[in-house]
């Protein structure tokens, strides 16, 4: 069974920089990434869990909340069967727990309901 395991968290300042990875656990090493869409989700305290970046299993096409677009990037890595968020120009706004999750085949939804695996989340802080 797929389990996903996000890491590279942690505390920035405003304009600063951060990059996410998403990979499988020890035990889902076998299952390679590029079969499943990959969706980045996040989710402030109060708030509902909202879509953040996707990329699907067709070509690589990738989707962007218009909160983030221009400022990260997410990509697969075929080699390290993981999947990236790069996060550049952060904002106080963009603070919350990030959860990685999978989806087998292809979507263009960034919408949770879609997705059937989820991460345990890795907190990203970002001062003003």
């Known amino acids: 069974q797929l389990q996903v395991v996000e890491s590279g968290g942690g505390l920035v300042e405003a304009g600063g920089s951060l990059s996410l990875s998403c990979g499988t656990s020890a035990s889902a090493s076998g299952f390679p990434l590029n079969a499943y869409t990959i969706g980045w989700f996040r989710q402030a305290p109060g708030t509902e869990r909202e879509g953040v970046a996707s990329i699907s299993t067709d070509e690589d096409k990738t989707n962007y909340a218009a909160s983030v677009k221009g400022r990260f990037t997410i990509s697969r ?36 309901t879609y997705y059937d695996t989820w991460g345990q989340g890795t907190q990203v802080t970002v001062s003003s």
């Open 77 to 112: 890595d075929r080699a390290r069967n993981t999947v990236h968020l790069q996060m550049d120009n952060l904002k106080p706004e963009d603070t919350g727990v990030y959860y990685c999750a999978a989806k087998s085949g292809p979507t263009e939804y960034l919408v949770p």
